[in-house]
């Protein structure tokens, strides 16, 4: 178990070798986000010389600076660059009918939602963000130590950790303002989804879905009878030729996640799909754009500093 | 019975079941395939889907016939159908089966048992009762009896024990048996003979036909038996002699004779053809006298009966002949001694023992040969008198001792002194011999005219002188003389050589005359003919029906040793060996058997056939095989249908040839391939610096392993005067580790322990120098002492002499050795190493063993096109530069040693110079 254990970090960690650290957007500044290493392009609250800009009415005196003040004739105020850490919580469905492959050689489900958010908290940890995993238990933390606690969550809990019977996240709280990532399957009623995004939008809390699928969900690529079990101790369903029920099933899938996207688009989430017969390098690179809120292939956009 | 053409079924009311067929067809129709069992996630959106279009799946129709195939088959099977089937059987009552198992019944046993399964058979299928009747007792004392009505199955049981037997059949008695055998009803008799004549023969048939109907069964010519007479011993060869049944109607084809030794070795194959007319062939055995001794078995090649088979004994073999005077090899001049030139002119044809008088007699030779410079006590005298009575030859040489003050034991009176040929006062010339007489034992043996006798003894004439005289010299004297002794002259021999064995008085004994004389009187004697004729012989191994060599069972009599010759084979008697293991005596079936004629002249009305195969063939067996086969088949496809075989057929295909080459790789394992290191590789590894990681077992470790290396000896050969050739993998336990001042071994949880040799191996390694490189590779689980790779390094480690450790100090040599570093980071940073404690001076100081968990081969792996196969965390590429630097600083640490320690110094060596 403990080489699975590093054999899933070392995936995680050669998926994100080619991503640079992820810098979540904090917008809501707030009492919940706590002083960060690193800064935010931009001014704020920190200890590094961000930039000198001319002085305006308004501004406190003492944070003129006075020897640059002294060199020309306009007086100049000294900005520092804001540091802050955004807090993130993780959560990744943890329901039986997650652990799903329809072929040998593809990852289950579940594998590939822990691949994933393995790699976001590194590269959250590589940021210097605060994260943890939701209902696992632990404060937020920074750096591998929080990594390592995400990892040995998924390796102790193989049980349901913070995932209630719909497969949904758990009535855990997560502090005022903070910032969620979901992978999960998503199929559960959307009723159910819809309550449990409420209960989170209320308390400000911004969200990142991720709908993982597998190929066979995606296309039902069945025929002839079958009887269908779940995993999950649902009820069984006979379906007589399963070809001529394909069109209807696709027609409920998009269905779903038209809900899933609608809710979401009303609650100022963000939604994204993954089949996982696809690189999780998509996954990653869309998770990473919504959370830090700018293009994947921005160049660096920093102001280089006057007078430096 | 129901017969259809060449088909005929046997319980034809059974295919009566072939009427629900239709039944079957409609039950297959109306049922549709069970449905697969499919896990799905998404089942939530499968529920109340209706489907556009509803018709259920339906057995195909090729199944359906497979299946109703398969039903028919199978009532076909039931219903028995035989293909060409035998004729019924004549009469109502019960069928006699009368067997021959006589020896010679032997011939082709398994066509008789085919004949004999095939009449049961047929008894069985007409539901008729069986007698069987062997013609041949089995045991002494019985006599051949009828069983009782018998069921076919009882029949079967019975034919299963029926085996032929060594002796010959005793048909009398098996008549008389049927003399008083009532039956109901009229019986039909099948009697399977073996084709040998007797005059008991008539009067069975007849007996047989009396009872209902008979059928005679007759061996074709080519099955005849032959009988394998004991072979002629005659002189130094022997004569085989077999005999083939009279009154073929044919030439029956040559036989070929195999001789064959104790253990099992074929010594000689001979062809040995009949003359037309003729029913024996002899031959003499072309065998070398050195083989022989070895043959204890002569048999007719093919053919399974005890009289196909003859056993040799003693009888047949060499004579052991006893050279009296043992200690004559260490006389001064031993080529010249009589001894010598006896024990050459015997050695070629006979088996030669040296020894005094009573241990030859002990060892139970047959033939003594007696030199003039052996002394004979009284006690020795009267020794050899009772063993020539019992059938022993004594040669005697005359000589000067014997010419001084002759004995007794000589065959005719000898006159004192001798008769001198030769010399300056003598006017006689040196005589040849005269050619032999005809009743002379040499009669036929050229005498070469270069023979001269110079001395002998002289003869005291008597009456009898002449007959009993061999030999002469030209002028009629005798030279050899013989006597037969022993109680009415059926004794041994004694014989008088009136000239010495050895050169001085003839040149006799170094002709070739020499020789043949001597082999002629050997051939004379009787053998170990010792056995005082009151002994019993018990059984020792005995040839059983089909001519094989087996255990005697406990019906077999002891045969009184004198009565061997007479004595009869039977049921009391069986052939084989009798006696000890020393002395074993051969009894042959071939001297019990006066006659061998064809049966022939039977009573008219009998019908006679032959083993030839009827040819009825069951079909039923085959057709429920193929019933199983279609069976089989069915289940796979009902299988295939129902999803059950979830792989696809290609993606098999692929799974089949990767277990195929995973077996091939089980068969041929690693250390098969890689040879423990050859030669050549040794050479290579000694020849440049070769960093060596240890082999693991565990592939992807290992090529992590390997391209880590390879980085990292890339690394040294761009920056440092080490050129370092590359990465070798080792076997720790068995591959050569001198070549390596390095070893990188990565630790696995699952790794194996190691054996007592190899830690002794590595032992050696640490103490003579080498460095071991221990990577744990668990920092990324948080490091330390706890993790599953330290855990198992304990284990490990456990018998290696490893000084205690300690975390690598500031001023320790790894931390400058090229670069100056303090934190020794690879894949991962932070784990601490551990290095031996410095003061403990093993080594000069230098550690032998380092353990660490940082996993640093995974951060200097590089692929093939030379980028960094993983990355290192956290730390990025200043990372991986610090973990190379420490792989730099490590090679040269463990190949310049504590060399850059000396150097912490210099500033205190420079201020002592410097006062």
Redesign the interface.
């Known amino acids: 178990m403990?080489?699975d254990?590093?054999t899933t970090?070392?995936r995680a960690?050669?998926l994100?070798?080619t991503v640079p650290p992820l810098l979540v957007a904090a917008e809501r500044v707030a009492a919940t986000v706590a002083q960060g290493v690193h800064g935010r392009r931009r001014v704020g609250t920190g200890e590094s010389f961000w930039q000198f800009r001319q002085y305006q009415q308004g501004d406190p005196i003492q944070r003129i600076d006075w020897r640059q003040t002294a060199k020309t004739d306009t007086v100049y105020i000294r900005e520092l660059e804001w540091e802050a850490a955004q807090t993130i919580w993780l959560w990744r469905d943890a329901s039986p009918?997650?652990d799903?492959r329809s072929r040998r050689d593809l990852p289950s489900?579940r594998e590939r939602a822990e691949i994933l958010l393995l790699a976001l908290a590194?590269l959250l940890?590589?940021g210097g963000e605060r994260m943890a995993l939701l209902g696992g238990g632990h404060m937020a933390t920074t750096g591998?130590v929080a990594v390592?606690r995400i990892l040995q969550a998924f390796e102790s809990s193989a049980d349901t950790t913070g995932t209630d019977a719909d497969g949904l996240p758990g009535s855990e709280d997560v502090p005022r303002h903070g910032e969620l990532v979901m992978i999960g399957?998503l199929?559960s009623?959307l009723e159910a989804i819809d309550k449990m995004v409420g209960r989170y939008v209320n308390r400000g809390v911004r969200g990142h879905m991720l709908q993982i699928?597998?190929s066979?969900?995606v296309t039902l690529p069945?025929g002839?009878?079958?009887?269908?079990?779940?995993?999950e101790g649902?009820r069984e369903?006979?379906?007589?030729?399963v070809e001529?029920?394909r069109e209807?099933?696709l027609d409920?899938?998009q269905a779903?996640q038209d809900g899933l996207r609608a809710l979401c688009r009303s609650a100022g989430w963000t939604f994204s799909t993954h089949c996982t017969d696809n690189s999780p390098q998509t996954a990653l690179l869309s998770l990473y754009a919504a959370l830090s809120q700018e293009p994947v292939d921005q160049p660096d956009a920093r102001v280089p500093a006057a007078g430096g | 019975m129901l017969t259809l053409g060449p088909l005929v079924f046997a319980t034809p009311w059974l295919l009566l079941a072939l009427g629900i067929l239709p039944l079957i067809y409609w039950l297959l129709r109306v049922t549709?395939?069970?449905?697969?069992?499919?896990?799905?996630?998404?089942?939530?959106?499968?529920?109340d889907?209706?489907?556009?279009?509803?018709?259920?799946?339906r057995t195909p129709w090729w199944l359906l016939l497979m299946r109703l195939a398969l039903a028919a088959m199978i009532i076909l099977a039931l219903a028995r159908p035989l293909l060409n089937p035998g004729a019924d059987l004549p009469g109502s009552g019960p069928v006699l089966l009368v067997v021959d198992n006589g020896w010679a019944a032997a011939r082709d046993w398994p066509a008789r048992r085919r004949q004999l399964e095939q009449v049961i058979d047929r008894a069985d299928r007409e539901g008729r009762r069986l007698i069987v009747l062997p013609t041949a007792a089995r045991v002494p004392g019985e006599r051949p009896e009828p069983s009782g009505l018998l069921r076919p199955a009882e029949a079967r049981g019975l034919m299963e024990t029926l085996t032929p037997v060594p002796w010959p059949t005793d048909r009398g008695a098996a008549l008389a048996a049927l003399r008083d055998l009532r039956l109901e009803g009229s019986a039909h008799a099948v009697w399977l003979t073996d084709g040998l004549d007797d005059d008991a023969v008539v009067p069975l048939a007849q007996r047989l036909q009396r009872l209902g109907s008979a059928e005679i069964v007759l061996p074709s010519a080519a099955q005849s038996p032959h009988l394998l007479h004991p072979p002629a011993a005659a002189g130094a060869e022997l004569i085989a002699r077999i005999r083939r049944v009279e009154g073929l109607d044919g030439p029956t084809g040559p036989v070929w004779l195999r001789v064959t030794a104790g253990d099992g070795r074929l010594l000689h194959r001979q062809q040995i053809a009949f003359e037309a007319g003729e029913t024996v062939a002899e031959a003499p055995i072309d065998l070398p006298v050195e083989l022989r001794n070895q043959a204890i078995r002569l048999e007719i090649e093919g053919e399974t009966t005890a009289g196909a088979v003859a056993l040799l004994d003693e009888r047949w073999r060499r004579r052991p002949v006893g050279l009296i005077g043992a200690g004559a090899e260490r006389a001064p001049q031993p080529l010249l001694t009589e001894m010598h030139y006896l024990g050459r002119a015997l050695e070629p044809y006979s088996e030669v023992r040296l020894g005094e008088v009573l241990d030859l007699l002990e060892s139970r030779v047959a033939v003594m040969v007696l030199p003039d410079t052996g002394g004979l006590t009284t006690e020795d005298r009267t020794a050899i008198d009772d063993w020539i009575a019992e059938g022993g030859v004594l040669v005697r040489f005359a000589g000067p001792l014997l010419a001084a003050n002759p004995d007794p034991l000589v065959p005719v009176r000898l006159r004192y002194g001798d008769r001198v040929l030769t010399g300056t006062l003598s006017w006689t010339e040196p005589m040849p011999l005269a050619t032999f007489d005809e009743d002379s034992p040499f009669h036929g043996l050229a005498v070469p005219p270069e023979v001269l006798i110079e001395r002998q003894v002289l003869a005291e004439p008597s009456l009898d002188l002449a007959g009993k005289t061999w030999a002469r010299l030209a002028d009629g004297t005798p030279l050899v003389t013989a006597e037969r002794r022993g109680p009415d002259g059926r004794g041994g021999w004694l014989v008088l050589v009136h000239t010495t064995a050895g050169p001085e008085w003839s040149n006799l004994p170094i002709s070739g005359l020499f020789v043949d004389m001597l082999r002629r009187i050997v051939a004379m004697s009787e053998g170990i003919a010792g056995d005082g004729g009151t002994r019993t012989l018990k059984p020792l191994l005995l040839l059983d029906g089909l001519g094989r060599l087996v255990a005697p069972g406990a019906t077999a009599v002891p045969i009184q040793a004198g009565g061997l010759a007479e004595a009869r084979v039977g049921p009391e008697h069986p052939p084989g060996f009798y006696g000890t293991e020393e002395a074993r005596r051969a009894l042959n079936l071939g001297g019990s058997v006066e006659t061998m004629r064809r049966l022939q002249d039977l009573p008219g009305g009998v019908a006679v056939s032959d083993y030839a195969p009827r040819g009825e063939i069951d079909l039923m067996p085959w057709l429920l095989a193929v019933a199983l086969a279609v069976a089989v088949l069915d289940m796979a496809i009902a299988m295939a249908?129902r999803?059950l075989f979830a792989v696809p057929v290609r993606r098999a295909a692929g799974t089949a040839a990767i277990v195929v080459v995973a077996l091939a790789g089980g068969l041929f394992p690693a250390p098969a391939a890689r040879a423990q290191m050859g030669d050549e590789m040794a050479i290579e590894a000694a020849n440049g610096t070769y960093l060596a990681y240890v082999v693991t077992g565990l592939r992807q470790v290992d090529e992590v392993s390997q391209a880590g290396l390879d980085g990292l000896s890339a690394v040294l050969f761009a920056r440092t005067a080490v050129e370092a050739e590359g990465a070798i993998g080792v076997d720790v336990a068995v591959d050569e580790l001198a070549f390596f001042p390095l070893l990188y071994w990565p630790v696995?949880?699952e790794q194996a322990a190691l054996s007592e040799a190899t830690i002794d191996r590595l032992n050696d390694y640490l103490r003579n120098g080498g460095t071991i490189l221990f990577d744990t590779?668990d920092q990324?689980?948080?490091g330390g002492t706890s993790?599953?790779g330290a855990q198992r390094l304990r284990t490990l480690t456990e018998g290696l002499d490893i000084p205690p450790l300690e975390p690598v100090p500031p001023d320790h040599v790894l931390t400058k050795a090229f670069y100056l570093m303090q934190d020794f980071p690879g894949r991962y940073a932070g784990g601490p190493l551990w290095v031996e404690n410095a003061r403990e001076r093993v080594n000069d100081g230098v550690s032998s063993v380092i353990i660490g968990a940082n996993d640093w081969a995974s951060a200097w792996a590089v692929s093939a096109s030379g980028a960094p196969s993983?990355?290192v965390?956290?730390g990025g590429e200043q990372q991986r530069e610090m973990a190379y630097r420490f792989g730099v600083n490590l090679v040269m640490y463990t190949l310049t040693g504590n060399y850059k320690a000396d150097q912490v110094h210099v500033p205190a060596i420079l201020e002592r110079l410097g006062q």
């Open positions: 403990d080489s254990r590093q970090r070392q960690e050669a994100v070798s009918s997650m799903y489900k590194i940890s590589r591998q390592n399957d199929l009623p699928l597998d066979t969900e069945f002839g009878r079958v009887r269908f079990a779940g995993f649902e369903t006979l379906i007589p030729r001529s029920i209807a099933y409920r899938l779903q | 549709p395939p069970a449905p697969r069992l499919l896990r799905f996630p998404a089942i939530r959106l499968l529920y889907l209706t489907a556009r279009e509803e018709t259920p799946d249908l999803g696995l949880p590779r990324a689980l948080g993790g599953p993983f990355p965390v956290p």
